[in-house]
């Protein structure tokens, strides 16, 4: 009985398991829709954050002339992207230094003038500075060989002490100059332009109101009554264009009005705010016998060098007059006209045309 009932056991057991040889039924095939790739929604983009440029370098005032650019971005950026503009633009070699270092060695730096870089890429914030490279001081002025060197100061300064503190240090150093000063500010300085004719300069024709005479709007009236109503001593026929804004009509008009167009051979460059160090080396470089320099009255540099310009000047064999009778070697040097030594044939205020009363024919403003 209990060799049956064992028996029985097993086969309700192997009634309830599947045969191990069974094949289970294919289960069903549901379709799953799958929309084409072209329709599909594109995944939101996800914000770049531009890269940065943490350091450059030249920076600042008397950089070498031979100084590198150097760039770095604080991450590699795609090359090919980066865009870097010299303005004005300049020979060099650029070249990546590695993959986050851009540098560039020109052939030469400008001395003495403003250089502006400007650094831009599609994943970059844009940078922009400037920087000035140094004017090398020569170890002697040109030979001067007892020629002058004419000094020229222009335009006229906010504060009287200016003006009136240059008069002084010329003085002081025995040079005798000429100014241009426009007519409006030597109007309201009656007792400078007297005290600097009585000390030996002379004060000149800058127009009245410092205009460039050549800009379009500019009419024959107005460019006329301009240099009409510009200052003047009294003897000074010397006329000097504001921006060297000249051409054919301006030097018509004041030859009518009985002036000669008086420039300049050396920019000091004191009118950009450049370092003491570079207007005094660019002066005494570029000094020659009967060479025009151009100042401002306003410049500190230019005030700050007197002293020192003058001593090598002089020693470099310099007269620092206007006055051809100071200079027993004078004579015209390049850029000079033969009249510029004349400056006591200009015809008096009462026979210059003057502006009607009303400002009418003289353009726009």
């Known amino acids: 009985m209990r060799g049956l009932g064992r028996v029985l056991g097993l086969l309700a057991i192997a ?5 191990a040889s069974a094949r289970p039924e294919p289960a069903a095939v549901v379709p799953v829709a799958v929309a084409p ?47 870097v503009e010299l303005v004005p633009e300049l020979e060099g070699e650029a070249s990546w230094l590695d993959d986050t270092t851009w540098s560039f060695v020109p052939k030469r730096w400008r001395q003495g003038r403003r250089q ?8 970059l914030d844009p940078v922009a500075w400037t920087f000035r490279a140094r004017v090398p001081m020569p170890l002697a002025a040109p030979p001067g060989e007892g020629s002058r060197l004419i000094l020229t100061f222009d335009d006229g300064p906010n504060d009287r002490r200016q003006a009136d503190r240059l008069l002084d240090r010329l003085n002081e150093l025995g040079i005798r100059a000429l100014f241009f000063p426009s007519g409006r500010w030597a109007a309201t300085r009656a007792d400078w332009v007297e005290r600097a004719k009585r000390e030996g300069h002379r004060v000149c024709n800058h127009t009245l109101s410092h205009v460039n005479l050549t ?13 009409a109503r510009g200052a003047g001593d009294g003897e000074c026929r010397l006329f000097r264009p504001p921006l060297m804004g000249v051409d054919a009509r301006v030097e018509r008009i004041a030859k009518e009005l009985g002036y000669e167009v008086y420039l300049w051979d050396v920019d000091s460059r004191d009118w950009e705010g450049a370092p ?3 207007v005094l080396a660019t002066v005494v470089g570029r000094a020659g016998p009967e060479r025009v320099v151009l100042f401002h009255i306003h410049a ?36 000079g006209r033969p009249e510029w030594g004349a400056l006591s044939d200009r015809p008096s205020d009462a026979e210059l045309p003057q502006a009607d009363a009303d400002g009418s024919g003289l353009g726009p403003p």
């Open 15 to 19: 009634a309830v398991l599947p045969q």
């Open 276 to 278: 003491a160090e570079d």
């Open 215 to 227: 800009a379009a709007w500019m009419t024959e009236a107005r460019i006329r009554d301009e240099i």
């Open 37 to 83: 790739l072209a329709e599909a929604a594109a995944p939101p983009a996800l914000p770049i954050e531009p890269a940065r440029v943490i350091d450059v370098a030249p920076i600042g005032e008397r950089v070498p002339l031979d100084s590198p650019l150097v760039v770095r971005f604080e991450r590699p950026v795609r090359r090919d992207a980066v865009r």
């Open 300 to 335: 500190d540099a230019t005030f700050q060098i007197l002293p020192p310009l003058a001593a090598k000047l002089r020693e470099a064999g310099y007269v620092l007059s206007w006055d051809p009778a100071d200079a027993p070697n004078a004579r015209v040097g390049a850029g």
């Open 116 to 123: 502006e870089v400007k650094v831009s890429a599609p994943d």
